[in-house]
């Protein structure tokens, strides 16, 4: 926000360094650059929805296409292979706590296979998305 003129505000986009006339209401708080790319959505210090979009379009763009959100794993389809489901990728996840590695497939299916076999109680993951989104392709 660069100054306020009664009930609109005029900003700078990032991406372009343009700035226009916004609507005060239009507007949300953002996080500082220190929480860019935050692998946990929780721990962001402003949590609306500019924000969540905004780290995970960040993520998106450095090729991290996983991110928590709580207790969540949100996944963005890159449409394209990426080299993150190999054996040697499957090995740094084995065994981890969820807060040791980067967010991942492989660190949920792990702790619920761990919790499986500690607990020895059955364990369900839930994978939504809408039609198309990449759900069976991992």
Do not use: W
Request: charged fraction near 30%; hydrophobic fraction near 30%; include cysteine.
């Amino acid at each position: 926000m660069k100054r306020a003129q009664g009930e609109e505000v005029e900003v700078e986009l990032v991406e372009t360094s343009k700035k226009i006339l916004v609507s005060r209401d239009d507007m949300q708080k953002m996080n500082p650059p220190k929480y860019d790319k935050q692998e946990d959505m929780a721990d962001l210090t402003c949590l609306n929805e500019a924000s969540v979009l905004h780290n995970i379009k960040e993520r998106y763009y450095s090729g991290l296409i996983y991110t928590y959100s709580g207790l969540f794993c949100v996944v963005v389809n890159p449409y394209k292979r990426l080299p993150i489901y190999t054996e040697k990728i499957i090995e740094i996840y084995k065994g981890k706590k969820r807060h040791e590695v980067p967010p991942h497939v492989f660190a949920i299916t792990d702790i619920a296979y761990r919790s499986m076999l500690q607990d020895r109680e059955d364990q369900s993951i839930l994978c939504t998305g809408e039609s198309g989104a990449g759900k069976t392709e991992n």
